[in-house]
């Protein structure tokens, strides 16, 4: 066994090396730490939420899919989390199992839908708070400003990043839909979705202001009764 030796350390004769110093070098270093941000933030909402949700590593986002997406068919959540329709059909055994999700027959009497059920629907929404916990733990290091370049920059990135319906889908399957106003959000802008791919929570509009007449219920706006 070769101890170790200082005087022997290089670098690689095939490493890249960039610029120290101008515009490549800080592209060069933005670069190297935006992928140092995004491993971790992933890595940390991974087990935060695997730790909500239980049943592996796609029950997450096949909880979240379905919270925006209900009464929609195994194949698409097979599509939208880019896996096999065996695997999405092993993944809606486990949940379902749990008490998690239920099938529910649809109009042709064939097919069955996907819809959670009120526990799943709780775990769902502790899932998306165990990701809101690690983003915002990141965020609160900015300053106001700082926050809307980051948001700006960050959505240019996205959007140069998304190349097709699938790819926004995939992208988007642990969103919280209702903190990415459809205006706002760079990867429908980059991708729009079609009306019949749109979940639940797309279109939906700012909660009204106290004593507006309208009150919100769950996903939904709704009249408020009015006095007779």
């Known amino acids: ?16 090396r960039p610029p120290r110093r101008g515009a490549r070098a800080d592209r060069a270093f933005t670069a190297n730490v935006l992928g140092t941000l995004a491993l971790t933030v992933a890595d940390r909402v991974s087990i935060g939420a695997a730790r909500v949700a239980r049943h592996g590593a796609n029950a997450p986002a096949a909880l979240v899919t379905l919270l925006w997406y209900p009464d929609r068919p195994i194949a698409f959540l097979a599509d939208r989390l880019r896996i096999t329709h065996p695997g999405a059909v092993q993944l809606v055994d486990r949940l379902e199992k749990d008490g998690l999700v239920d099938r529910i027959p649809a109009l042709d009497g064939r097919t069955k839908l996907l819809a959670l059920t009120p526990g799943g629907e709780r775990v769902a929404l502790e899932v998306l708070g165990a990701r809101r916990d690690v983003l915002e733990r990141a965020v609160s290091a900015l300053g106001d400003a700082q926050v809307r370049a980051l948001a700006d920059a960050a959505g240019a990135m996205l959007e140069a990043i998304t190349d097709d319906l699938l790819t926004s889908e995939y992208m988007c399957r642990m969103c919280d839909e209702l903190a990415c106003p459809d205006a706002r959000c760079p990867v429908e802008r980059a991708e729009p979705a079609p009306p019949h791919r749109r979940g639940t929570g797309y279109g939906v509009p700012d909660p009204a202001p106290p004593n507006s007449g309208r009150t919100k219920v769950g996903l939904s706006v709704t009249s408020a009764p009015r006095g007779g």
């Open 1 to 16: 066994m070769r101890e170790y030796d200082a005087s022997r350390v290089a670098v690689p004769a095939g490493a890249q």
